[in-house]
């Protein structure tokens, strides 16, 4: 089955829909706008209830079909919110708001599914419920939990949730999924170093925790690659260094921030370990203290075989079957989407953006020739997982 006949008819209205929402993009759980106009839209539409401030911000549509049938009810979920980047692009809808983008493709994201609530709701080809979700705050602020923990899933009886994203270098019109971990749980990592300051021309009489902080950096990599099974994944890398305010001087303190990625809950437990076993005993060698600060994140992103499955067979009828590789390599992002899989049974996409710049880049940019497959995808699915 190729792409729908009336989301093509729609595919220019829903890029438009997407140049309004790029060019005023809204950060975390502030996507007041954003989420106005979705729920504006969502009514529009003609949809049985649009509730709004689950999760804080986020906008729920609920579209019932031409046949009741009881605990039919499928979840498709986008995500609204941008990123803290000044866009690099020069396009008639470039960013309005300085210092803010959609660098991740939520924009489209949101589009897509809004052209297929439209359909939806115009044709009513399915029984039982589609709940479309808009969640805010996927970049770093856990509006995915902040929506479940709101007791979404209960509230609108969800039984299978789905999730898409855009793939930078994946050709357009094709997909990519796998069963089982497919995005990495991400965990925060900060490291608060005291030394003992002093002038640079008498570091004897200092301890130096700039020197110190390099060593910890150096040491925590022999976590990945002398503790963890070579045989799994793990990613360590500290990212932000922050020390000092002149040449001259040995400063007291030393910050350091950075990231843990992980699959398996076991290396997970295992780096939070050895971790602060490697920062308090570097530290000591050079008579410094340190605290490590290990906050956990995103949970690993797990897809369910059987609705992963199913995703595919969907997929494959848009794209057709040698344009759906189901053995993506896993990847080592993050998505808070983890929360609602841990809720309820579902699957994670990924839909090609073809030869754009990479995700959270300021010259990325979401491709508007990705719209027809995308908001298919979300057509057929329900159709078929629901057929009327």
Same mark, same amino acid.
């Given at each position: 089955m190729p792409i729908v006949n009336r989301v093509a008819d729609l595919h220019r209205e829903i890029a438009e829909w997407r140049h309004d929402l790029h060019a005023h993009p809204e950060l975390l759980y502030d996507v007041h706008r954003t989420a106005a106009s979705v729920a504006d839209k969502l009514k529009a539409f003609g949809c049985d209830e649009v509730v709004t401030g689950i999760g804080r911000?986020?906008?729920?549509? %609920?579209?019932?079909?031409?046949?009741?049938?009881?605990?039919? %009810? !499928? #979840?498709?979920?986008? &995500?609204? &919110?941008?990123?803290p980047i000044d866009e690099a692009n020069d396009l008639p809808y470039k960013s309005t708001v300085a210092g803010k983008m959609h660098a991740c493709g939520h924009d489209g994201h949101t589009a897509m599914l809004l052209g297929a609530a439209r359909y939806l709701a115009e044709t009513r080809n399915?029984? #039982?419920?589609? %709940?479309?979700?808009?969640?805010?705050?996927?970049?770093?602020g856990a509006g995915g939990k902040a929506m479940v923990e709101d007791g979404m899933m209960d509230r609108f009886g969800i039984k299978q949730v789905y999730g898409m994203h855009n793939y930078p270098g994946m050709p357009v019109g094709q997909f990519g999924i796998r069963p089982g971990p497919i995005m990495a749980a991400t965990d925060l990592i900060e490291i608060e170093i005291e030394g003992r300051g002093g002038h640079a021309a008498r570091p004897h009489l200092a301890i130096d925790a700039v020197l110190t902080?390099?060593? @910890? @950096?150096?040491?925590?990599?022999? !976590?990945v690659a002398r503790n963890v099974d070579p045989l799994k994944s793990a990613v360590v890398?500290?990212?932000?260094?922050?020390?000092g305010s002149a040449d001259n001087v040995l400063p007291q303190t030393v910050t350091l921030r950075?990231?843990?990625r992980s699959f398996d809950p076991e290396v997970r437990k295992l780096i939070e370990k050895r971790m602060h076993e490697v920062v308090?005993?570097?530290?000591?060698?050079q008579g410094a203290k340190a605290k490590l600060s290990f906050i956990r994140g995103y949970p690993v992103l797990v897809n369910h075989e059987g609705?992963?499955?199913?995703?595919?067979? %969907?997929?494959?009828e848009i794209a057709g079957t040698d344009r759906v590789d189901t053995d993506l390599p896993p990847m080592m992002g993050a998505e808070d989407f983890s929360y609602m899989l841990n809720a309820r049974p579902g699957a994670f996409i990924f839909i090609?953006? #073809?030869?754009?710049?990479?995700?959270?880049?300021?010259?990325?940019?979401?491709?508007d020739d990705v719209i027809p497959y995308g908001t298919s995808y979300w057509v057929k699915l329900v159709e078929t997982a629901q057929p009327a």
């Open positions: 911000t986020g906008v729920v549509g %609920v579209i019932r079909g031409r046949t009741a049938a009881p605990g039919k %009810v !499928i #979840g498709l979920r986008a &995500d609204m &919110d941008a990123l399915f029984a #039982g419920t589609a %709940v479309v979700i808009f969640q805010p705050a996927e970049e770093g902080g390099a060593q @910890i @950096i150096n040491n925590l990599q022999t !976590i890398s500290i990212c932000v260094f922050r020390a950075g990231t843990a308090e005993g570097t530290a000591m060698a609705e992963t499955d199913f995703a595919a067979s %969907v997929a494959r090609g953006n #073809g030869e754009s710049a990479g995700l959270h880049h300021p010259a990325y940019n979401f491709n």
